[in-house]
């Protein structure tokens, strides 16, 4: 058992004794990007991860401040928001952060009651509880801050059955390449800044009822340059995970503080997404161009004494450049791609959990390895 973790299973059907339920969340409903062109992110995400179009809302549906594509792979919906004036809210975020994640939205059955819950137990809101109405139904939807410029936005949809939100049409598009297998999002990753961990861990704890189920030092996570320290939040259902970040002195720059001043703050450093065929998913997008973390080839020298017997071919793995980690309950495979903005910011993980729920930890000194390579590059290690 890895220092830390608690002895507590992930499954839709168990609930841990720690978390608490006034929130029952019942998955991740969408996430939101602001970006400074939707139109051609759209066309990114289709291309290289293999999204498809499902909805649209600009000038043409009676949005005159906005245009927001909304994009579909099995259970994750993108939305790519860009400001269409000068000025505004969005604006402000582009400015500062360079395109990045505006709004984690939470699935939940009653929107007004999450609001209330949370706000009450110390939450800044964002948005009350609005009901919004076309013909296809209505939908609730409320939110609250979290760290950064970070929203949470909780939606409610049982009396909705349009193509996402009233407001949106559906997007039609003749230009839809096949899908490379992203089923779901796993986890999502917070990086705050220096000493504001447990702030937020606290939040976790104490507005939104999660448990934390892993914590990480920096003896844990730590190379001769760089360092970090982790604890990952979850709620009670395991089906929302919020690992959160903050960087720890070392030699050199933390990838983590990289992130932090050009993000300009907190964000959401990563998002990560599961697949049931690691090699199928990473080579179809490795094939449309996204560009993944490059792994040293003396990774795969040790790998078979340090997880054991697995079903994959260690010989493909290391030809995929993919990442092996165990725990005590299984096994997964991972890899993460460079940043997708122009920022060193937002970057994606892919994951296929083969019995393991942890994070990687095993992977994370030849991933930061990898990543101070990059750091090198940019000069700013
Ligand atoms: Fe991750």
């Not at 809302?57 to 579909?72: C, H, I, N, P, Q």
């Not at 193509?163 to 999002?185: C, D, T």
């Amino acid at each position: 058992m890895e220092k830390g973790i608690k002895n507590v299973r992930y499954g839709t059907d168990k609930i841990f004794n720690e978390a608490e339920d006034f929130l029952p969340l019942l998955g991740t409903d969408y996430v939101e990007l602001y970006v400074g062109n939707a139109k051609q992110s759209a066309h990114f995400y289709k291309t290289a991860f293999g999204f498809r179009s499902l909805a649209y809302a600009g000038l043409e549906t009676g949005v005159k401040d906005r245009t927001s594509y909304v994009l579909e792979q099995d259970k994750i919906r993108l939305v790519l928001t860009t400001p269409l004036c000068p000025d505004g809210a969005i604006n402000g975020h582009l400015n500062r952060h360079g395109d990045g994640v505006k709004v984690i939205a939470l699935w939940v059955d009653d929107a007004a009651k999450a609001w209330a819950e949370t706000t009450a137990r110390g939450a800044e809101s964002f948005m009350e509880p609005t009901r919004e109405e076309d013909s296809h139904g209505y939908v609730i939807r409320s939110g609250i801050h979290t760290y950064g410029e970070t929203v949470h936005i909780f939606v409610e949809r049982k009396n909705y059955g349009g193509a996402f939100l009233p407001g949106f049409r559906p997007w039609n598009s003749h230009y839809n390449p096949g899908e490379v297998g992203l089923k779901y999002i796993d986890h999502m990753v917070g990086n705050v800044g220096w000493g504001e961990m447990n702030t937020w861990v606290d939040f976790y704890k104490r507005v939104m009822g999660f448990a934390q189920i892993v914590t990480f030092d920096d003896k844990d996570i730590s190379t001769d340059y760089t360092a970090l320290m982790s604890k990952v939040m979850s709620n009670g259902n395991g089906r929302i995970k919020f690992p959160i970040n903050e960087p720890a002195e070392g030699k050199r720059k933390s990838q983590i503080e990289e992130y932090i001043d050009f993000y300009h703050g907190s964000g959401v450093q990563h998002i990560a997404v599961a697949t049931d065929d690691m090699v199928k998913t990473v080579s179809a997008m490795r094939d449309r161009g996204v560009e993944f973390l490059y792994v040293p080839d003396n990774y795969y020298e040790t790998l078979k004494e340090r997880v054991g017997e697995i079903d994959e071919d260690i010989a493909v793995l290391r030809q995929h450049g993919i990442l092996v980690d165990r725990d005590d309950e299984g096994y997964l495979l991972q890899l993460f791609t460079k940043p997708v903005v122009d920022r060193p910011t937002l970057f994606f993980e892919i994951i296929q959990r083969k019995g393991a729920w942890s994070f990687g930890k095993g992977n994370f000194k030849a991933l930061f390895e990898a990543i101070e390579r990059e750091q090198e590059v940019r000069g700013t290690l």
